[in-house]
């Protein structure tokens, strides 16, 4: 069990069906990165996410469906359009 600390909270701000179930999804946060970063583990909801890219206050991930069905972030799936 993961007891960690919440240093910073965000905002969904744009969900993007890829293809084959797989989603792009964009939060919105005042978390600051840097070019190194990208890559990097970032905590979402109990699940790590690789941050693929940001600007400004957006910051992109890639969820796999099987990232997306083992996780809690499983409800984005009925979110999207």
């Known amino acids: 069990m993961f007891n ?11 969900i993007i069906n890829n293809n084959n179930k797989n989603i792009i999804l964009f939060i919105k946060t005042s978390m600051t990165f840097k070019k190194n970063e990208i ?4 905590a979402c909801s109990g699940a790590c996410l690789t941050l693929e890219s940001y600007k400004k206050d957006i910051a992109r991930f890639f969820l ?8 809690i972030l499983s409800i984005l799936k009925r979110m999207m359009p």
């Open 4 to 14: 960690g600390i919440i240093s910073n909270k965000g905002k969904i701000f744009k």
């Open 39 to 42: 890559g990097s583990s970032i």
């Open 64 to 71: 796999s469906k099987e990232t997306l069905g083992k996780q």
